[in-house]
């Protein structure tokens, strides 16, 4: 069995559980934030969106450059559901694609994280797809859960039933 084989049924487990969560986003409440320091809902659920799209530009490249031209920069926040979840099912398809077509080789070999001429970290991309990608994700869609549970909107069951919804 090759590699991918094996990750692309937990991508799309995780893309599946992250996506009901994104459905619930409320337009209403897209300028919404916790605390001054936090994203808008709509930031946070469109950094979200756009994780999966990293991995593949994880399978395509050998690195990233966290101070190439326009690196840093976020991309706009979704202004309307519609919008986010049409973001995230691009992204997850585009990583779907160059997952099933990465060969073992290609997911065991280095990928590195740069900033400038200073290496982050190097790890092999089959890593970089499992903690910066899907880990990231599930990172993001948990905070994205406290924004909604904090607006009084109901949690999709994920793992297991949540207090709104039985599995």
């Known amino acids: 069995m090759k590699l991918s084989e094996s990750l692309l049924p937990e991508l799309e487990h995780e893309a599946a559980n992250t996506r009901k969560v994104l459905e619930r986003v409320p337009e ?3 300028a919404w934030k916790p605390h001054a320091k936090s994203f808008t809902m709509a930031a946070l659920a469109t950094h979200l969106a756009m994780i999966p799209g990293w991995g ?3 399978l395509e490249q050998d690195s990233f ?6 690196a840093q920069q976020p991309p706009p ?3 309307s559901l519609q919008a986010l979840l049409e973001m995230f099912d691009r992204n997850v ?6 997952l099933a077509a990465a060969e073992d080789a290609r997911l065991l070999a280095p990928w590195s994280l740069k900033k400038g001429s200073q ?3 190097t790890l092999p991309r089959i890593a970089v797809l499992r903690s ?3 880990n990231h994700s599930i990172h993001h869609r948990a905070q994205l859960g406290v924004y909604l549970r904090l607006n009084d909107v109901p ?3 994920i793992y297991g039933p949540s207090a709104d919804e039985q599995a």
């Open 132 to 134: 910066m990608i899907m």
């Open 65 to 70: 450059d966290l101070e190439a031209p326009g």
């Open 77 to 79: 926040p979704a202004t």
């Open 56 to 58: 593949a530009f994880t």
């Open 93 to 98: 398809a585009t990583l779907r694609k160059a």
């Open 155 to 157: 949690l999709p069951a």
């Open 28 to 30: 209403a409440k897209l």
């Open 119 to 121: 290496t982050i970290f």
